[in-house]
């Protein structure tokens, strides 16, 4: 394979694009300005979920955003990470939480208590466990637990506990188009499709940045 084809192969897998914003490139294991109070955390098996999801969340919070105060969110620095530096490492059934992962949560809490972020955005079930872990939430959870209909209980209790003072956790899912055989099929979207999803997502999470808008330094001058 040609060098021009593999560069063309690594820039589609981690170009995201950041709604009607510039695309930026993602690096292997992080991009963006780390001192941005908006971290996106991702699987690293899945770095479409910045295009499949968030793109689609963040249009529709980018839209409520301008309606209600006539402003945007700055896209430019949003930090975005993989939970783990290698794929290999990533937990599954056979393979829960070794080593590795340990020392990847104590490295990301480290980095959370001295940056602070405001807003961990996590995308499917094994980031935000990894989450949790990292701000020790107890009960630890398996892999096959967070399925979709949970991960949507999580997220609407994040939106309702939003505190800016501390540091949040909201949990989007990692797909939602139907599929049995999937963690996260979105059994809650009997009478939702995707485009109703990005647009209840995006509108809670607006909903708690415009009204702690004076709090945060994501708006665009």
């Not at 950041?18 to 699987?43: C, F, H, M, Q």
């Not at 949003?78 to 530096?85: E, L």
């Not at 990533?90 to 208590?113: D, F």
């Not at 309702?160 to 963690?183: A, G, Q, Y």
Request: positive net charge.
């Amino acid at each position: 394979m040609g060098g021009s084809n593999v560069n063309k192969i690594r820039k589609e897998r981690f170009v995201v694009g950041l709604a009607r914003d510039k695309y930026i490139p993602l690096v292997e294991r992080d991009s963006g300005d780390i001192t941005y109070p908006i971290w996106l955390l991702i699987n690293p098996k899945y770095p479409s979920v910045i295009n499949d999801i968030w793109r689609h969340v963040l249009d529709e919070m980018q839209d409520k955003v301008y309606r209600e105060i006539h402003s945007r969110i700055d896209t430019n620095n949003i930090y975005i990470r993989s939970v783990v530096g290698d794929c290999g490492i990533v937990p599954n059934s056979l393979n829960w939480w070794g080593n590795e992962v340990a020392s990847e949560i104590e490295s990301l809490r480290k980095i959370i208590l001295e940056y602070n972020p405001k807003i961990l955005i996590s995308f499917g079930g094994f980031p935000f466990e990894f989450l949790r872990r990292v701000f020790e939430i107890k009960p630890q959870k398996g892999p096959k637990y967070w399925n979709s209909s949970i991960l949507r209980g999580e997220f609407d209790k994040s939106i309702k506990s939003f505190d800016v003072n501390h540091t949040n956790l909201i949990p989007l899912l990692r797909r939602v188009v139907p599929n049995e055989k999937s963690i996260e099929t979105p059994v809650y979207f009997n009478h939702y499709d995707s485009e109703q999803y990005f647009q209840y997502a995006g509108t809670k999470i607006s909903e708690r940045i415009i009204q702690n808008k004076n709090s945060l330094k994501i708006w665009m001058k």
